[in-house]
């Protein structure tokens, strides 16, 4: 049993068996199902023990020294409620059923597979810290627009700019290009005059290739480039050495001739 629970591909072949019954018993036909249930039941029971298993080989301490077992540990002790309705009655098990779903948490530990994955992360952290400052001005200018929007348009739109927070989902909306002609086309509808409704369309129009198209770019520009950055300082270096050699070969030929 032992080779079973300290088995990095068994222990990863349980999750995935796991998440695909936990999977299946979230569809209504199949939530009652016995052998699904009975699975599910198996599965915690397995997980808990592992961990003692681990707990007794390798100590507290040193179980809880691992960080992805200290995650395992938090994920099961969650999960744990959701064995008690097969063993006691209780009337409402919603609850307990939405804890079970903590468990498909565990699948993150694919992630420990993923190829040079601390670089991707710390490529990651400095994209967002590069970003910062660009996405704050997109908020900045969001909530201006959504202010300014729901002011003209309000009454002419309510589902859409009936009030600032309506009305900053919807400047959004229209940022990802997403009901960039359906919202000035409903809009355009109900507006009696055709000059207000001409202008109408073209202010959304500046929204949309303003902040849409070259706004959104330029924030994935500007995050693509710093994720990519090690790629061009490895490159970077790299050249380096080799002008650096180069020098050094002209050298030795100058001092030769």
């Given at each position: 049993?032992?080779?079973?629970f300290?088995?990095?591909?068994?222990?990863l072949l349980?999750?995935?068996?796991?998440?695909?019954v936990?999977?299946?018993l979230?569809?209504?036909?199949?939530?009652?199902?016995?052998?699904?249930?009975?699975?599910?039941?198996?599965?915690?029971?397995?997980?808990?023990?592992?961990?003692?298993v681990?707990?007794?080989?390798w100590s507290?301490k040193?179980?809880?020294?691992?960080?992805?077992?200290?995650?395992?540990?938090?994920?099961?002790?969650?999960?744990?409620?959701?064995?008690?309705?097969?063993?006691?009655?209780?009337?409402?098990?919603?609850?307990?059923?939405?804890?079970?779903?903590?468990?498909?948490?565990?699948?993150?530990?694919?992630?420990?597979?993923?190829?040079?994955?601390?670089?991707?992360?710390?490529?990651?952290?400095?994209?967002?810290?590069?970003?910062?400052?660009?996405?704050?001005?997109?908020?900045?200018?969001?909530?201006?627009?959504?202010?300014?929007?729901?002011?003209?348009?309000?009454?002419?739109?309510?589902?859409?700019?009936?009030?600032?927070?309506?009305?900053?989902?919807?400047?959004?909306?229209?940022?990802?290009?997403?009901?960039?002609?359906?919202?000035?086309?409903?809009?355009?509808?109900?507006?009696?005059?055709?000059?207000?409704?001409?202008?109408?369309?073209?202010?959304f129009?500046?929204?949309?290739?303003?902040?849409?198209?070259?706004?959104?770019?330029?924030?994935?520009?500007?995050?693509v480039?710093?994720?990519?950055?090690?790629?061009?300082?490895?490159?970077?270096?790299?050249?380096?050495?080799?002008?650096?050699?180069i020098?050094?070969?002209?050298?030795?030929?100058?001092?030769?001739s």
């Open positions: 049993m032992k080779r079973i300290f088995s990095e591909r068994a222990i349980a999750i995935f068996a796991n998440a695909l936990i999977f299946f979230n569809f209504p036909s199949y939530e009652h199902q016995p052998l699904l249930i009975g699975l599910d039941h198996f599965f915690v029971l397995f997980f808990v023990a592992e961990a003692i681990k707990i007794r080989a507290w040193g179980y809880w020294a691992a960080w992805w077992n200290r995650f395992d540990f938090i994920v099961l002790v969650l999960s744990l409620p959701s064995l008690m309705m097969g063993f006691l009655d209780i009337p409402d098990t919603s609850a307990l059923l939405a804890l079970r779903l903590f468990r498909m948490v565990r699948l993150l530990r694919f992630f420990r597979f993923v190829p040079r994955l601390p670089q991707l992360l710390e490529g990651l952290m400095r994209a967002l810290k590069s970003s910062v400052f660009v996405i704050a001005v997109f908020a900045l200018i969001t909530f201006l627009l959504s202010l300014f929007t729901c002011a003209l348009f309000r009454n002419v739109a309510p589902e859409y700019f009936g009030n600032p927070l309506i009305s900053a989902f919807s400047i959004f909306q229209l940022f990802t290009i997403e009901g960039w002609n359906e919202i000035p086309g409903l809009i355009a509808e109900r507006w009696n005059d055709p000059i207000w409704a001409f202008f109408m369309r073209l202010y129009a500046f929204i949309v290739l303003s902040c849409g198209m070259f706004g959104m770019s330029f924030v994935t520009a500007i995050f480039d710093e994720m990519t950055a090690d790629n061009n300082r490895e490159l970077e270096q790299k050249i380096d050495k080799l002008c650096s050699q020098q050094h070969l002209e050298r030795l030929l100058s001092d030769r």
